[in-house]
């Protein structure tokens, strides 16, 4: 099982950046797909996600209306598109899967994380 977190770069304020999450060794179909981060000093924030049948899609306040997450069952990735980067959207950012629908509270499998920095 694994979960390949990439995308993730420097960037400035105002900027965008694609992360994709590619998924393998088990039924991608079935899990729910969130994005979580972590800045420095600070705990995990759960972010986005992504349900598995009916494709409903979850966003935290803080990043509603500029974070789009979106999946491609064929490809087994996910992908949370970034536009309008702050300097507060800084962190590492992880994507899970957990089986069925979005509940944020127990994931199954984890990726590895991916850097993202927003600065000038």
């Known amino acids: 099982v694994q979960l390949q977190a990439s995308g993730g770069g420097l960037v400035q304020p105002g900027g965008s950046l694609r992360l994709s999450c590619a998924a393998s060794?088990?039924?991608?179909?079935?899990?729910?797909i969130g994005w979580l981060r972590q800045a420095p000093g600070k705990e995990r924030e759960w972010v986005s996600c992504m349900s598995s049948s009916d494709f409903n899609t979850y966003y935290a306040d803080s990043v509603k209306g500029r974070f789009t997450i979106s999946r491609d069952n064929a490809k087994n990735t996910v992908y949370l598109q970034m536009n309008s980067l702050k300097p507060e959207d800084t962190a590492v950012y992880y994507c899970?899967?957990?089986?069925?629908?979005?509940?944020?509270?127990?994931?199954?499998?984890w990726g590895q994380g991916t850097q993202v920095t927003v600065s000038s």
């Open positions: 060794g088990f039924t991608f179909d079935y899990y729910a």
């Open positions: 899970a899967a957990e089986f069925g629908l979005c509940r944020g509270s127990d994931y199954d499998y």
